[in-house]
């Protein structure tokens, strides 16, 4: 069976739920394929697949390992979202530097408490900027959207099932 | 003193109405252009405050925010990279304590670099308030910071300094010492037809078909602009024109102006050339022709404002963007009107011609290139400098004459040139094979072209003026993609992607942005394993 | 009548047509961003480049002239295309999710139309400067592609002259005539052709934003 796996970097889990919008056809696909690491198995680690598909861009050091492991491990990768493109809404923190983000969000926005930045070593460490992810690892196929369309999905795995190249129609293209 | 916007409109009083020559002024003055000026300058001139802005924001010499007393530019040519300039500006960067780009805090000093200044024969090279200072050593630099920390004003300074040479190597047809004018008018042009005479700037159009379209075009008024722009990097043999036969220049351009009737002209000269400003001023107050008035305008920093669309904007005081062409400047030039731009070596071979007849020019040469061409010979090669040859002349006779022994490539046209392995040095400097407007550079085996290429990318990338999509971003992704290169980032995707980008560029407005990607990707080609080395 | 051949269609044309004019009259389309009927064209985005005879020019600004091949709809000029839109997408910041002309846009429909999926190159995400200091309009210079409609139509038609291009290079920006620089200091008016001419969301009419539902907007 195809293995297929699908992580959320720096993204807001919305190009999921748009492909959980596929509805009954879903049912179909989970016939067709076995999902391996994903937000629907809650399997954490990624072991070899066929097909990959990545929502989100890049903002911390944690999205650039896993973001490698999915390189690593899928004979196809597709950059799902408007995020994963050209990094989205989260790169709109690039016109600031990282502390005037922490500070905003941490210490001097609205309603905040306890004034603290997080410090945790737990949490990973954030990159200088959010950027996408053909940057860093080479990018078989792109869906942009946000989020792309349900049927996008579909006609991008169908294809990829067939084994032949998504030719995404006109009407499905869309950046928003 | 005065305030800046005072200060504007005593200039514009003394110097007239032209924008870019008085914001020249107050830069000097100022060592910045202030906000208050922008705004007195253009109330008075009656023009949108965007226009000047516009100005103040597009040359390189000219600066919004306060540089220092002392503000210097680092000759940037790859040129200067290989007599030291990079060591030499980190050099001097440390002994000033400041940061590139970044005013010292007692405002003392801003260092910062520049595209090529034209001394390549005699680098590294600097301006300091737009003075050049050529030959530099270790000594000169830390002996120039001092003198910059002891706050001596630069008349104090050794003339030495100041001094820039000629290094006039081969003198051949043009350097004669040529006298009056036989031919004038239609005999001239019917001479300079004859002699086959072809323009000198690099695209090489017939000069007499050129005067003659000004002459036919219709228009109240019209012009005779001397390109003496000369930023193409490698370049300098105006400089030394201008030095040396600068009379023959204005009479050829005075000739012309009889032909096409003109009562005036303008000589265009880069800022980087200012030191030549009083012997230029003289020789034009010593002119007793009442009927074609000569103008010096100058420039201020932009490599674009030699292409000459860009030029005539420059002159009528705008940003330096390529018109869109057709129409040429022979029917739609300076304000409109028909106008005849030629580079300096043009006009002086024309006058050459009015003097002594087009018969022993038209010997010169080969089939399709007739006469002599001015070479600017520099790079790895012991005589550097000026060298006249008849066209046709081959690149190993060249490299023979200065001293070139141990030649791996030649760059002929400069960074928008062609990059010849040792394989091609048999070819030939005329328009059938290697047209150029003289700029050889010679790199010798322990060089690496990968530097070359760096450098010619981000030359391009500063150089662009912005105006069209492809060149805008195709160079500076351009000189980004050389970078990850140079610094051990790069994939071979990127090396795939230059080729790409250089097909991209052809789309481009005007000729800068179209030959951006040449060179970079002649030195790959030929030269491929030094780029193989860096690349993962 | 004298005519020019576009992807091998016999198109007429009169003295001072452009290719463009020709390719507009015979109903051939040659994208475009920085021309506009009735505007003087400038060249600048380079979008309608086609081939003529070998050779690559801005249909906008060349002359049509007799016995002309110019070519349109080839896989190399599509490549050009896609090329010259990613570089308008990198160059300058471009969230289209959280943009009000979204739906509207003539970069982003002309990228659709393209087939543009990626960006190719990596994005520059530049810095540059928000203008909301007039009541009724907004600048958002992210945006902007220096097609210098606004700074035309705002000096030949509403006769105000309230924009201009600055800088070089990558530096390239919009500023507004006026000595603080900002909009609120100029007499535009959101009814003028200025601020309806930009083909993209760098000059906005406020309080309009999302006002039109996604699949109703003028290119959905
Ligand atoms: C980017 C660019 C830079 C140029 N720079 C110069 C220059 O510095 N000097 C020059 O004479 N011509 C330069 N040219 C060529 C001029 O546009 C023009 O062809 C030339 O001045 C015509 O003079 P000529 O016929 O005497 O050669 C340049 C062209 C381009 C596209
Ligand atoms: S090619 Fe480059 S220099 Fe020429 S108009 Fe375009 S941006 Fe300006
Ligand atoms: S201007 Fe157009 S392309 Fe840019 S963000 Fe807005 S909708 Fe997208
Ligand atoms: S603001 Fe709009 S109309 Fe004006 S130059 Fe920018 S993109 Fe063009
Ligand atoms: S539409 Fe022709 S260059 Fe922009």
Aim: aromatic share 8%; glycine share 10%.
């Amino acid at each position: 069976m195809i293995r297929l796996a699908t992580c959320s970097l720096a993204g807001c889990f919305g190009c999921h739920m748009s492909f959980l919008d596929m509805d009954e056809r879903f049912l179909d696909l989970v016939e067709r394929v076995e999902f391996d690491r994903s937000p629907f198995t809650d399997i954490k680690s990624i072991g070899k697949c066929d097909i990959g598909l990545v929502e989100g861009g890049l903002c911390n050091e944690e999205n650039l390992a896993v973001l490698k492991k999915f390189r690593e491990n899928c004979v196809i990768l597709v950059a799902v979202g408007a995020c994963a493109i050209n990094g989205g809404i989260p790169a709109m923190r690039n016109h600031f530097s990282i502390d005037e983000c922490l500070a905003e969000a941490y210490l001097d926005g609205v309603g905040i408490e306890n004034p603290q930045i997080p410090s945790d070593p737990e949490l990973p460490v954030l990159l200088k900027k959010v950027c996408p992810v053909h940057e860093a690892v080479r990018i078989d196929y792109f869906l942009p959207g946000c989020p792309p369309s349900a049927g996008a999905f579909e006609v991008l795995l169908e294809a990829l099932l067939k084994g032949e190249t998504p030719e995404l129609p006109r009407n499905f293209i869309h950046y928003d | 003193m005065a305030s800046a916007a005072e200060h504007a409109d005593l200039l514009i009083e003394r110097m007239g109405s032209n924008p870019l020559q008085v914001l020249i002024a107050i830069q000097k003055a100022f060592n910045h252009v202030p906000g208050d000026a922008i705004c007195r300058i253009a109330s008075a001139l009656d023009l949108p405050l965007s226009r000047i802005l516009g100005d103040v924001e597009f040359y390189g010499f000219l600066s919004r925010e306060p540089l220092g007393v002392y503000s210097v530019l680092m000759s940037d040519s790859i040129t200067d990279w290989m007599l030291g300039s990079r060591e030499l500006f980190l050099r001097l960067c440390g002994n000033l304590g400041v940061s590139p780009g970044v005013t010292r805090s007692d405002g003392l000093a801003t260092v910062g670099k520049t595209s090529c200044t034209g001394m390549c024969d005699q680098g590294p090279a600097l301006l300091v308030n737009g003075i050049a200072v050529a030959n530099l050593t270790g000594d000169r630099i830390d002996a120039i910071s001092r003198l910059m920390e002891k706050k001596i004003p630069l008349v104090a300074w050794p003339d030495e300094y100041f001094h820039v040479e000629s290094n006039i190597r081969r003198r051949g047809w043009l350097f004669q010492d040529w006298e009056g004018a036989i031919f004038e008018g239609e005999a001239l042009l019917q001479e300079m037809t004859d002699a086959g005479l072809r323009g000198r700037g690099g695209a090489g159009f017939p000069t007499a078909k050129k005067w003659a379209s000004c002459r036919d075009a219709p228009g109240s008024e019209r012009y005779v602009v001397c390109n003496a722009d000369e930023g193409e990097p490698g370049t300098f043999k105006d400089r030394v024109l201008l030095q040396h036969c600068a009379g023959r220049l204005f009479e050829g351009m005075a000739l012309c102006a009889r032909i096409v009737r003109a009562k005036k002209g303008f000589l265009y000269v880069r800022g980087e050339y200012r030191y030549l400003e009083a012997h230029l001023e003289n020789l034009l107050a010593a002119r007793r022709d009442t009927d074609f008035e000569i103008e010096l305008h100058w420039g201020a920093g932009a490599y674009i404002c030699g292409e000459e669309s860009a030029l005539l904007e420059s002159i009528e005081g705008k940003r330096g963007i390529p018109r869109v062409r057709p129409p040429f400047p022979v029917t739609h030039g300076l304000h409109g009107m028909p106008t005849v731009v030629d580079n300096v070596e043009t006009f002086c071979a024309a006058s050459a011609i009015a003097a002594g007849g087009g018969r022993e020019f038209r010997s010169l040469g080969t089939a399709g290139s007739h006469g002599t061409k001015l070479l600017s010979v520099s790079g790895d090669c012991s005589r550097p400098g000026i060298y006249e040859y008849p066209f046709g002349v081959s690149v190993d006779q060249i490299l023979e004459d200065c001293g070139a022994g141990n030649a791996l490539a030649v760059q002929v046209g400069g960074a928008a040139g062609t990059c010849l392995d040792a394989s091609e040095f048999g070819r030939k400097v005329c328009f059938e094979d290697l047209p150029t407007s003289g700029s050889v550079m010679v790199f010798d085996r322990t060089r690496n072209m990968q530097e070359a290429a760096l450098n010619f990318s981000r030359f391009f990338a500063r150089e662009s003026c912005g105006f069209c999509t492809p060149c805008r971003v195709g160079t500076e992704i351009l000189a980004q993609t050389m970078e990850r290169i140079s610094e051990g980032r790069g994939t071979g995707e990127d090396i795939f992607e230059i080729g790409n980008l250089g097909n991209i560029l052809k789309a481009s407005h005007c000729g800068l942005g179209q030959s951006a990607a040449r060179a970079v990707r002649d030195m790959l080609k030929k030269f491929p394993e030094h780029f193989e080395g860096t690349v993962k | 009548m004298k005519a020019i051949s576009l992807d091998g269609i016999m198109a007429p044309f009169a003295e001072g047509h452009t290719v463009m004019d020709c390719a507009l009259a015979a109903n051939i389309p040659i994208p475009h961003l920085c021309y506009l009927p009735r505007c003087v064209p400038h060249g600048s985005c380079r979008l309608c480049t086609v081939k003529i005879d070998g050779r690559f020019a801005s249909a906008c600004t060349q002359p049509a002239m007799e016995g002309q091949h110019v070519e349109i709809d080839t896989e190399e000029l599509r490549q050009l295309r896609l090329s010259l839109l990613r570089m308008l997408f990198v160059e300058g910041n471009h969230y289209c999710p959280s943009c009000e002309k979204s739906g509207s846009c003539r970069l982003q429909k002309a990228a659709y139309d393209e087939g543009m999926l990626d960006l190719h190159y990596r994005p520059w995400y530049p810095k540059r400067e928000m203008d909301a200091s007039h009541p009724d309009i907004l600048i958002d210079r992210d945006r902007c592609i220096f097609c210098e409609l606004c700074v035309k139509a705002s000096r030949d038609v509403d006769g105000k002259n309230i924009f201009g291009i600055s800088g070089r290079g990558t530096d390239t920006r919009l500023v507004v005539n006026s000595k603080s620089g900002l909009l609120a200091d100029t007499d535009i008016s959101a009814q003028d052709r200025a601020v309806e001419v930009c083909p993209v969301g760098a000059i906005l009419v406020k309080g309009l934003g999302f006002e039109i539902p996604i699949g109703k907007r003028l290119y959905d």
